[in-house]
Every structure is written in structure tokens, then in C-alpha cells.
């Protein structure tokens, strides 16, 4: 390393697995080059939560709590990731505002998406309760 300004670049081939729902995480990724997918999974089910591109960010979760992480993260291609540890990260947030903004937004329109999902099933609970509820009436 040359300074605390580094940042690691690292390559995954198609199917590489960077990280696994639960590992510990103290860095984020940025994606340079390729597409890698986000997955959640429980009791041996995956859902696919994103898939995300040049440009785009994960891992941040992790690096701003210092929890464990909350998904899988596979390269869906080649693909190369700059990894930023939470020194660089800390830096670059007292340089520039405009990447806790962006970072902010990306959050906010993720959560949003996962967010639909679960009113549907709300909503399908829902339901269920109310047809059991008129089933029972009836026996």
C-alpha cells in the first residue's frame, strides 16, 4: 500500500463467490468492470434482491455497522471491484459530501425495493386470515 488513500482493485471470475450471507465485512466494494448479484437466503432458499453494474456500490452495510453481512455476493461475469476499508471510506466522506448523499439515495431506493416485496406478502397474510377466518365460520 502507498498510503492510507488506497484502495485494493480485485478481480473475481464469472461465478466467484465475494462474500457469503453472515460472513463479517469492515470493507464496500465498487464495481469497476462485470455485474454481481445480491442474494438472500434462509433454510436453504435464495432470493435474488439486485444485480448491480459499473458504477454501482455493496457491502456498505457492513462497513458502516461493523455487522455481519446480510447477503451473498457473487460475480454474475468477470468482474473487477475496488474494495474501500473503512479508513479510506472515512476519508473520502470528510472530502466529499456528495458521496454520503449518493450513497444515502442508493440506500434509500434499495430499501424501497425491498420494501414491496414484503407488503405483498403483508397483504397476502392478510388475506389468508380473512378466508380462514370465514372457513371457520362455516365448519
Known sequence: ????????????????????????????????????????????HEKEVAVLGRGEFFGELSLLSGAARTATAQAVEDSTLLAISRDVFAMM?????????RMMNAQGQRLSQTNQPIQQLMQRLGRVRILTHCLRRLL
Open 93 to 101: 466522506v470528510q472530502d466529499d459530501l456528495d458521496v454520503v448523499f
Open 1 to 44: 500500500m502507498n498510503g492510507p488513500a488506497q484502495r485494493d482493485e480485485l478481480c473475481f471470475p464469472k461465478g466467484a463467490v465475494i462474500f457469503r450471507q453472515g460472513d463479517p465485512g469492515d470493507e464496500m466494494f465498487v464495481i469497476e468492470k462485470g455485474r454481481v448479484r445480491l442474494t438472500l437466503g434462509t433454510a436453504g
